[in-house]
């Protein structure tokens, strides 16, 4: 089956720092990424997306590179502020068991954001 | 929209309660996953329905736990006795279309069993 795993548990950056949070994945076959952030006491929540047939796609301070060849895939954010400081999923899409389909979330990366 | 909503926010309970965790997901979203999340395992889903049918459930930990969907905008996720191993954050998701879109995550139920 697919598993998710990232590459360090915790991160820590200076307030305008560029951060970049990795992510690997096991299935070639997987062919929808996400990331999440998750803050203190709250769900995660959605920040941006990409799919197989795209290698990059920017958000608002945000980047997502994926690279299929290494299954690797990583969160870019620029001039990382304090709010910035939550838990980060990365989560791949995966279908298994022909009876249903799942995202696999990988175990989170803590990053905090000092002033 | 309010997003989805789960109710308790918090719950405590003693071993071998039953405890009944609700969700209501976002108007118009076909899909709904139960997930546990703990420090040791992270995030796990555990069943998901399509159209109030469940799909798949085989990350149920055991008999203990059920869930329902009686209608669109109402779910159940059941333990029954419950344990101090249940102790966790459950979060309900929805979801427009299964898998490979966006997943919106109510607050969670943070559950505690003495």
């Known amino acids: 089956g697919e598993s998710v795993g990232l590459h360090l548990p915790t991160l820590s950056v200076q307030e305008g720092d560029n951060s970049i949070i990795n992510c690997a994945y096991s299935?070639?076959?997987?062919?929808?990424f996400i990331w999440y952030k998750q803050e203190s006491g709250k769900g995660p929540q959605f920040i941006i997306d990409?799919?197989?047939?795209?290698d990059k796609r920017q958000g608002q301070r945000v980047t997502v590179l994926l690279n299929k060849t290494v299954k690797h895939l990583s969160l870019q954010i620029a001039a990382t502020q304090p709010g910035d400081s939550a838990v980060y999923f990365c989560?791949?899409?995966?279908?298994?068991?022909?009876?249903?389909?799942?995202?696999?979330f990988g175990k989170g990366t803590t990053l905090s954001v000092s002033s | 929209d309010a997003g989805v909503i789960q109710s308790p926010r918090h719950e405590v309970t003693e071993m071998g309660q039953e405890v009944t965790l609700r969700c209501k997901p976002i108007?118009?979203?076909?899909?709904l996953f139960w997930y546990r999340q703990t420090m040791m395992r992270g995030l796990e889903l555990l069943i998901y329905?399509?159209?109030?049918?469940?799909?798949?459930d085989s990350g149920m930990p055991e008999d203990r736990f059920s869930a329902k969907m009686p209608n669109a905008s109402f779910s159940t996720l059941k333990i029954q006795p419950s344990e101090p191993r249940d102790s966790a954050v459950y979060f309900c998701?929805?979801?427009?279309?299964?898998?490979?879109?966006?997943?919106?995550f109510g607050p969670g139920t943070r559950l505690t069993v003495t």
């Open positions: 990409i799919r197989s047939n795209m």
């Open positions: 989560a791949v899409y995966h279908t298994h068991n022909q009876a249903g389909t799942a995202l696999i």
């Open positions: 108007s118009g979203h076909d899909y």
């Open positions: 329905f399509n159209n109030n049918v469940p799909i798949d």
């Open positions: 998701a929805s979801s427009l279309i299964s898998g490979a879109y966006e997943q919106y």
């Open positions: 299935n070639s076959a997987s062919d929808y």
